[in-house]
Nanobody, 115 residues
Framework: QVHLVESGGGLVQPGGSLRLTCAVSGIIATTDYLNWYRQAPGLAREVVASFHDGVSTIYSASEKGRFTISRDNAENTMYLQMNSLKPEDTAVYYC?????????WGQGTQVTVSS
């Protein structure tokens, strides 16, 4: 019922920027969650940012001020703008949706921050 496809990852130098996109098929209601997660090598998957009830949230102090989440309802697309990237941001980034019908994941897009 919901299909998510991430894109925009790549290799960047420390201090660089990337904008990730999540193309959403299906209807996401305001009561649903639309999230960005990431998973670094050897570590657990963690939530980065989310939309819920019309409110956007960046979850960590490290990410606040550097990351911005946005959504284009007309295009049914979610974005994660990442600035001042650090090596610790290296991870596979996933789009995620939690709706009344289930939990859905994209395939992930690799972000590598390295000199």
């Amino acid at each position: 019922q919901v299909h998510l496809v991430e894109s925009g990852g790549g290799l960047v130098q420390p201090g660089g920027s990337l904008r990730l996109t999540c193309a959403v098929s299906g209807i996401i209601a305001t009561t649903d969650y639309l999230n960005w997660y990431r998973q670094a090598p050897g570590l657990a998957r963690e939530v980065v940012a989310s939309f819920h009830d019309g409110v956007s949230t960046i979850y960590s102090a490290s990410e606040k001020g550097r990351f911005t989440i946005s959504r284009d309802n007309a295009e049914n697309t979610m974005y994660l703008q990442m600035n001042s990237l650090k090596p610790e941001d290296t991870a596979v980034y996933y789009c995620n949706a939690i709706t009344r019908t289930g939990v859905y994941w994209g395939q992930g897009t690799q972000v590598t921050v390295s000199s």
